[in-house]
């Protein structure tokens, strides 16, 4: 079985500037998660997705990040514009729907701001 | 406010040498505690689920245990391989977010040959 795909893996931008995360779940996956890891820190909750539908997006800074997954299966995190604060790397997980326990990582994108 | 906090921050460990990370957790009905590992340049890696108090789990040389108001991750003469960082995380029972995970920091594991 295939794991969470994500997309680009290192990603170098200036602030002020905008930039796009793509994520693959894994086949099946109805439940989407958006993690922010901070350097040293847990990753925190940005957004959740039930197929295309949004369960829970307050931790999202919704002035300048947004998502969306209009399929439900692949999903966009978009950053615009960027601040230095933003540096961090950016978890996709998935998990079968949102009463199941386990969720799968994928490898992350790591985004620096300079 | 759901809240994880795990210790110590970093552990250093002589292949062989057994020892025990601790995470501390306050929530508001506890639905699931789970343990990852997450090697550098990677993603979180599934360990174990924990759903009430008393509960254990085994994977290798790792052990897991869980009451109400924490759990351990015990290493039984770790190797050189099971160096990495070893993350908490609860999920809580209703809510907003059904599935939302709550993480700690974080133990960064080195364990020496």
């Known amino acids: 079985e295939a794991g969470v795909a994500q997309s680009p893996r290192y990603k170098i931008i200036e602030k002020r500037q905008s930039v796009a995360f793509w994520c693959n779940p894994i086949?099946?996956?109805?439940?989407l998660y958006w993690y922010q890891q901070i350097l040293g820190q847990g990753p925190k909750l940005l957004i959740q997705?039930?197929?295309?539908?949004?369960?829970?997006d307050s931790q999202l800074p919704k002035d300048r990040f947004s998502a969306e997954r209009l399929k439900g299966v692949d999903s966009t995190l978009k950053i615009q514009p960027a601040k230095l604060e933003d540096s961090a790397v950016y978890l996709c997980?998935?998990?079968?729907?949102?009463?199941?326990?386990?969720?799968?990582f994928g490898p992350g994108t790591r985004l620096t701001v300079t | 406010e759901d809240q994880v906090t795990q210790s110590p921050e970093a552990l250093r460990l002589q292949e062989g040498e057994s020892s025990s990370l601790n995470c501390s957790y306050t929530?508001?009905?506890?639905?699931?505690l789970f343990w990852y590992r997450q090697d550098p340049g990677k993603g979180p890696e599934f360990l174990f689920t924990?759903?009430?108090a008393g509960e254990e789990k085994e994977k290798e040389r790792l052990k897991a245990t869980l009451t109400k108001k924490e759990s351990f991750l015990h290493i039984t003469a770790p190797k050189p391989e099971d160096s990495a960082t070893y993350l908490c995380?609860?999920?809580?029972?209703?809510?907003?977010?059904?599935?939302?995970?709550?993480f700690g920091q974080g133990t960064i594991l080195t364990v020496h040959p």
């Open positions: 995380a609860v999920q809580a029972r209703g809510g907003t977010s059904y599935g939302k995970l709550t």
């Open positions: 086949s099946g996956h109805a439940t």
């Open positions: 997705f039930q197929n295309n539908g949004v369960v829970d």
């Open positions: 924990l759903y009430s």
């Open positions: 929530v508001s009905g506890l639905r699931g």
């Open positions: 997980a998935s998990s079968r729907d949102f009463s199941s326990y386990e969720q799968y």
